[in-house]
């Protein structure tokens, strides 16, 4: 299975997630990821039963000298099954 949460190697800036249910409920919580690297298996923060869910991931970017947030969020919605 390919990176669920990337940095692209070509970001200038370090990122973290944030991942959401549609009803607001955080599920998830990254470490910041430096450019070139990603989380392939998530541990989400709570149990979920074993169906398909709504979810906005939200990305934060990061300068990555002062490790201050810069450039804004960006979010995104996509759809998480767990089985």
Do not use: C, F
């Amino acid at each position: 299975m390919s990176e669920l949460l990337d940095n692209r190697e070509e970001n200038s800036r370090d990122i973290s997630y944030t991942v959401t249910l549609e009803d607001g409920t955080e599920i998830y919580q990254s470490e910041i990821i430096k450019p070139g690297n990603g989380i392939e298996s998530p541990k989400l923060s709570q149990h979920l039963e074993p169906g398909t869910y709504s979810i906005i991931a939200t990305a934060q970017g990061y300068d990555a000298e002062s490790h201050n947030a810069a450039g804004g969020t960006v979010a995104a919605q996509s759809t998480l099954v767990v089985k």
